[in-house]
């Protein structure tokens, strides 16, 4: 069974960076893509970054383009997303998703396995 853990979360001020880490396990993810994706209180869950874990391709949401950057290690299964430049509007929870297959979907349906979550906030 596909377990994502997620870690790096926590306060930080405007303008400061943060990386999230998504350590994969019980799976074989050479054929799969890994997503980020974020929920504000009160607001829908939002596709954040992607990355298909062969070849490394990547697609971020414009809302964070040029200060985030999603990335991973094969050699410790793990995704990560580094951010920086982060606002006050970046605060959420940020959750680590998988699915298999080629496309760098955008939509939470499209993938099956989700973390818990780490939470991150930022101060103005």
């Known amino acids: 069974q596909v377990q994502l853990l997620e870690s790096g979360g926590r306060l930080v001020q405007a303008g400061g960076s943060l990386r999230l880490s998504c350590a994969a396990s019980?799976?074989?993810?050479?054929?799969?893509?890994m997503g980020w994706f974020r929920q504000a209180p009160g607001k829908e869950r939002e596709f954040v970054a992607a990355?298909?874990?062969?070849?490394?391709?990547?697609y971020h949401a414009d809302s964070v383009k040029g200060r985030f950057t999603i990335s991973r290690d094969s050699a410790k299964n793990t995704v990560y997303l580094q951010m920086n430049s982060l606002k006050p509007e970046d605060t959420a929870i940020y959750y680590c998703?998988?699915?298999?297959?080629?496309?760098?979907?955008?939509?939470?349906?499209?993938?099956?396995?989700w973390g818990q979550g780490t939470q991150v906030t930022v101060s103005s």
């Open positions: 998703t998988a699915r298999y297959g080629d496309s760098l979907a955008t939509k939470t349906s499209s993938y099956p396995y």
């Open positions: 019980g799976g074989t993810f050479t054929s799969a893509v």
């Open positions: 990355i298909r874990w062969i070849g490394g391709s990547t």
